[in-house]
């Protein structure tokens, strides 16, 4: 297990290398940070532009800049924006932070009643609550996120509010306090929460009640089920002990990948409610082409997915001992 | 033996019975094909409702009450522009900020999302195509790279990477050469297939290295067959069900992600303003209560795109019966 381990992390350390250089090329030229520079202020001198060049790394060849700016960014000096001049981390730390309450809670609440739904379907296969399920999951993989972010929006804060007569939309549609609400309210916070939740959750709904129905039907044909029946153990132990404790081997891994995909993952949601999360920080500071803004966050969203990419290969292989010793 | 059973066969919803699978001349592979789809209820319904949809978008000029971009006035003597009128019997979906008529741009729309849709899913099949039956036919290391590679791609998350490649024309002259002009159709459509291929890939990896250890290609290969007339003969019969179900799928995704880019403002430019174009006001429609101007294009997007997901999932059956419901994320 440990020279499995071992081998997988030192796998994963080139590829976070190259991916991020390559990302690094990207968004350097679709940010393009000079003229960027140049926009925000355009009474710059050509002097003052190689003075900004040469302090912010600017120079020399892209492999020269990137490890440079990994020598910065490791460090934890992270600079400040182009636009407004304000220090990186700080606006990060907080959209981060955000954006992981949001989808933890979305993923927590979805993967529950996504499970839920899944078991109850594979233990009832063909059964009407089954086939309802799986139809339901059917629409809501196949619904947009912001189509069914706009629908919520258009239902609660519009229709509803009118058909109840309220001066205030039922459910907020923006932000994560009303506008001048500065001190931490739960009450309020959970409020402006409950739509963003609900569309992130109903596409998890719908994938893991599909994968959690597909691993326990699997695993109900296995012989080991027969053998459990055949020691005389009860219905409800041969299922709680062996068939939903199978089923949930490759669901603990599809979560961890899924749970790193987070901090990139959110975009639309976070756009369209107005969620001061790292989708409307990525998009904000790629409209200003504000490179020390973007890459920060572009080396924290592709480090996450490689590092939980590694942990759903690790547990795979801690849960399942076929995969290491295979 | 056959004047028995000629009249019975003909029947298209009668099955070939198995006991009398000698007696009766036995269906076609596609007539079957075209029997199992025609069961799937769902896919049928949408194959109906997709086809009003398509006709009605296309026949636009003809069918549409007002022009795409044409602020209507309140009546026939009069300047004033219908501006914001909630839908009513000459307004059915109602009109937006210059008096512009809704039913109207929605079927225009529809023009420029299906389009969009249809030539992202078949190039976007092609490069899938290709690269997964190369990766599947030669195997080894070639194989094991490009998978690899795949993976590495599937994991990078899609909306980030196309808004980044999205921007790179605007600042470099190289980049909008070679994938296309901000806001043009060429460029959506080059960055969709530049994101989309990987599931068809898989696909056709899969089913090429399933097909390589079959009896009947090494039959081929006994008597003598080469390379080329392998692929051609035995492996791309057998794998266009597969990809035209993939295919199916990806129409779907790529109206999906140039209505989200085109709602985001990293879409399309003005002149072509697809259905998500229509919804990139929604925020300021919702706060000032124009539902119709949010309702209406995001509902004629999600039954679009739920119909071509149900004539898939009837593709999948029809085309694919060996294949499990595969759990397409």
């Known amino acids: 297990m440990a020279r499995y381990v071992i081998l997988r992390t030192a796998w994963a350390i080139p590829v976070?290398?190259?991916?991020?250089?390559?990302?690094?090329?990207?968004?350097?030229?679709?940010?393009?940070?000079?003229?960027?520079?140049?926009?925000?202020?355009?009474?710059?001198?050509?002097?003052?532009?190689?003075?900004?060049?040469?302090?912010?790394?600017?120079?020399?060849?892209?492999?020269?800049?990137?490890?440079?700016?990994?020598?910065?960014?490791?460090?934890?000096?992270?600079?400040?924006?182009?636009?407004?001049?304000?220090?990186?981390?700080?606006?990060?730390?907080?959209?981060?932070?955000?954006?992981?309450?949001?989808?933890?809670?979305?993923?927590?609440?979805?993967?529950?009643?996504?499970?839920?739904?899944?078991?109850?379907?594979?233990?009832?296969?063909?059964?009407?609550?089954?086939?309802?399920?799986?139809?339901?999951?059917?629409?809501?993989?196949?619904?947009?996120?912001?189509?069914?972010?706009?629908?919520?929006q258009v239902f609660f804060a519009i229709l509803l509010t009118g058909w109840l007569n309220l001066d205030t939309p039922f459910l907020p549609v923006a932000g994560i306090y009303p506008p001048g609400q500065t001190e931490f309210d739960l009450g309020l916070r959970i409020k402006h929460m409950i739509l963003p939740v609900t569309v992130i959750a109903i596409q998890i709904i719908a994938t893991y009640s599909r994968y959690m129905r597909a691993s326990l039907l699997d695993v109900k044909e296995s012989e080991y089920m027969r053998t459990a029946r055949s020691k005389g153990i009860s219905e409800r132990q041969v299922i709680a002990r062996h068939a939903i404790r199978n089923a949930m081997i490759p669901i603990v891994t599809i979560a961890a990948i899924d749970i790193g995909a987070i901090v990139g993952g959110l975009i639309i949601t976070e756009r369209i409610f107005e969620y001061k999360g790292t989708g409307d920080f990525l998009l904000t500071a790629l409209a200003n082409g504000d490179f020390p803004q973007v890459m920060p966050l572009m080396f924290i969203i592709v480090a996450s997915i490689i590092v939980f990419n590694l942990l759903a290969d690790i547990s795979y292989a801690w849960l399942d001992p076929r995969i290491r010793l295979g | 033996m056959v004047d028995v059973a000629a009249p019975r066969a003909l029947d298209p919803d009668l099955l070939v019975d198995e006991v009398e699978g000698l007696i009766v001349p036995s269906a076609s592979p596609t007539r079957l094909a075209v029997r199992r789809y025609?069961?799937?209820?769902?896919?049928?319904?949408?194959?109906?409702?997709?086809?009003?949809?398509?006709?009605?978008?296309?026949?636009?000029?003809?069918?549409?009450?007002?022009?795409?971009?044409?602020?209507?006035?309140?009546?026939?003597?009069?300047?004033?522009?219908?501006?914001?009128?909630?839908?009513?019997?000459?307004?059915?979906?109602?009109?937006?900020?210059?008096?512009?008529?809704?039913?109207?741009?929605?079927?225009?729309?529809?023009?420029?999302?299906?389009?969009?849709?249809?030539?992202?899913?078949?190039?976007?099949?092609?490069?899938?195509?290709?690269?997964?039956?190369?990766?599947?036919?030669?195997?080894?290391?070639?194989?094991?790279?490009?998978?690899?590679?795949?993976?590495?791609f599937i994991g990078l998350p899609l909306l980030v990477v196309i808004i980044i490649m999205r921007l790179l024309p605007e600042k470099q002259p190289w980049a909008a050469a070679v994938l296309g002009e901000p806001g043009s159709k060429r460029l959506m459509i080059t960055l969709i297939s530049l994101v989309a291929w990987m599931t068809t890939a898989r696909i056709v990896r899969g089913v090429v290295l399933s097909l390589k250890e079959k009896e009947f290609i090494e039959a081929a290969r006994a008597i003598g067959a080469r390379d080329k007339r392998i692929i051609v003969r035995h492996l791309v019969p057998n794998t266009i069900g597969p990809i035209v179900v993939a295919m199916t799928f990806i129409v779907a995704a790529a109206i999906i992600l140039e209505s989200t880019l085109s709602f985001l403002g990293f879409g399309l430019d003005p002149t072509q303003a697809s259905w998500g174009y229509l919804l990139a006001d929604s925020g300021t429609n919702i706060i000032t209560k124009k539902w119709w101007l949010v309702l209406f294009p995001s509902l004629v997007l999600l039954a679009t795109i739920l119909c071509i997901n149900f004539m898939g999932d009837g593709l999948r059956d029809a085309l694919d019966p060996k294949q499990e419901q595969r759990v397409t994320g």
């Open chain 1, 16 to 152: 976070l290398l190259i991916v991020t250089f390559l990302t690094f090329w990207a968004v350097k030229a679709a940010t393009d940070p000079v003229q960027s520079y140049l926009r925000i202020n355009p009474r710059a001198t050509p002097e003052k532009v190689e003075q900004y060049k040469e302090a912010h790394g600017l120079v020399g060849s892209t492999p020269e800049q990137y490890v440079r700016w990994l020598g910065n960014f490791v460090t934890l000096d992270w600079g400040n924006s182009i636009k407004g001049n304000t220090p990186v981390w700080p606006d990060l730390k907080s959209a981060l932070a955000n954006s992981l309450v949001l989808g933890l809670t979305a993923s927590f609440v979805g993967i529950t009643i996504g499970l839920g739904i899944g078991i109850f379907s594979a233990l009832r296969q063909y059964s009407k609550f089954d086939t309802l399920a799986t139809g339901g999951a059917f629409v809501g993989i196949s619904i947009p996120p912001f189509v069914s972010a706009v629908l919520l």
């Open chain 2, 38 to 152: 025609r069961r799937h209820r769902a896919a049928m319904v949408s194959t109906v409702a997709l086809l009003v949809i398509a006709v009605a978008c296309i026949a636009a000029p003809i069918i549409a009450p007002y022009g795409e971009n044409e602020a209507v006035n309140v009546s026939e003597d009069s300047n004033l522009k219908a501006i914001h009128v909630p839908p009513n019997s000459q307004f059915w979906f109602g009109t937006d900020s210059i008096g512009r008529d809704l039913y109207s741009r929605i079927l225009y729309g529809g023009q420029v999302s299906l389009f969009v849709g249809i030539a992202s899913a078949i190039s976007a099949g092609l490069i899938g195509t290709a690269i997964g039956a190369f990766a599947g036919f030669r195997g080894g290391r070639i194989d094991n790279v490009l998978m690899r590679g795949t993976d590495l």
